[in-house]
């Protein structure tokens, strides 16, 4: 059988789905990462690393991102580093208690209010 993936003139064609429903499927912290990882991630490097901690959140829909963004800075001392509305995605940065303090209110605040399905917080 011909390899689907390369017919229509060598285009690829990737088809993206998400469960519908309401849900977060990650919230990380990692705590006192490398330089390197927020210069890889496009992530502000002149934070302090030693105390620094960089926030990671996916979630359905895709649009909720842009509340808790809004909600991660109403509630912390964080620099947002990204919010994709089409991916669900957040990530932010600052003191390791303020990332921390953060994604327990996003989660807080989508669990309870918003009646989500929300993942347990994980961190390296």
Do not use: W
């Amino acid at each position: 059988m011909e390899n689907v993936l390369n017919t229509n003139e060598g285009k690829l064609r990737i088809i993206q789905e998400t469960v519908p429903g309401k849900q977060v499927t990650l919230a990380h912290i990692i705590a006192s990462p490398d330089a390197i990882v927020y210069k890889k991630l496009g992530l502000n490097p002149s934070v302090d690393y030693q105390k620094a901690a960089i926030g990671i959140l996916s979630m359905t829909p895709s649009e909720i991102s842009v509340i808790a963004g809004d909600l991660a800075v109403k509630t912390a001392v964080i620099d947002l580093g990204f919010i994709d509305r089409f991916s669900g995605t957040l990530m932010f940065t600052g003191r390791i208690s303020e990332v921390d303090s953060a994604i327990k209110t996003i989660l807080a605040y989508l669990q309870n209010t918003l009646k989500f399905t929300i993942c347990e917080i994980t961190s390296t």
